[in-house]
């Protein structure tokens, strides 16, 4: 976020810290391109190390007085698409806001979530992290059981838009928001976390379509638990949501296997 002529804040996610905001002095008076690894821009979704001096009091800002790009991750940047989902993932990271004890693991689950969509096309990685950062937040979403009769969830399932978490078609009003195959219900329920993944050269072909629905759920989700506008979404949906509407199945199709994990 520029702040003057010169300087910018920064939100770093560091191992160890969480989530810390700093001051960046002089940062945007170094040209984009150099020749100097030291002095790569710290633009968003970079990794690396950073030098830093710790706010005084909460609420206020730190300084970052160096820093070291590990990977500036260029063929990410290659790619519109791809740079928006992994926007999206640094969205969500911030709404999340990682306690110090749980940061390493997130950067962790993270760096492998975007070494994933940079090097292959399927969003299970994605939905993957989504999912994972909404349990490490403790928000954990029950995709097994209605929310207000408790009863397992033995056909489709609908979210609504006033109410956190998922509802049988009895107890669902008429204030949906999704409606959300059982499929898709019992493969995101079973969809480890990103590090826990097979190399994606391994894993089964993925269902698009699938991924988007499962993506839109947990979006859908997070910003009722986080109260969190998370404003990438529907840019996010905007490009994907097309995929579903093409692969959309007639109504009262059976019940099919769909591999998320
Ligand atoms: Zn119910």
Request: charged share 20%.
């Amino acid at each position: 976020m520029d702040f003057s002529e010169s300087s910018q804040i920064v939100t770093l996610l560091a191992d160890g810290c969480g989530l810390v905001s700093l001051i960046a002095k002089g940062i945007r008076k170094i040209p984009k391109k150099t020749s100097s690894p030291l002095m790569a821009p710290l633009d968003v979704l970079t990794t690396g190390q950073v030098v830093f001096i710790p706010a005084r009091q909460p609420g206020q800002l730190g300084v970052l007085t160096a820093w070291d790009v590990t990977d500036h991750r260029p063929n990410l940047r290659r790619n519109y698409q791809k740079i928006l989902i992994s926007q999206v993932l640094a969205e969500v990271t911030m709404a999340t806001g990682p306690s110090d004890d749980a940061a390493g693991d997130v950067l962790r689950q993270l760096d492998r979530t975007i070494s994933d969509l940079t090097a292959h096309e399927s969003l299970r990685p994605f939905v993957a992290y989504l999912k994972y950062a909404a349990a490490a937040a403790g928000y954990a979403p029950d995709l097994t059981c209605c929310t207000r009769c408790k009863a397992p969830l033995h056909s489709n399932a609908g979210m609504m838009h006033s109410t956190v978490g998922l509802f049988c078609d009895d107890c669902c009003g008429s204030d949906v928001a999704i409606r959300v195959e059982r499929r898709i219900l019992v493969a995101l329920d079973r969809l480890p976390s990103p590090c826990d993944l097979p190399d994606p050269k391994l894993q089964p072909p993925s269902d698009p379509a699938a991924l988007v629905q499962a993506a839109h759920l947990l979006f859908i989700h997070l910003r009722a638990v986080l109260e969190d506008r998370l404003r990438l979404v529907e840019p996010f949906l905007h490009l994907f949501e097309p995929v579903v509407s093409a692969n959309r199945p007639a109504r009262n199709t059976a019940y099919q296997e769909v591999t998320l994990p």
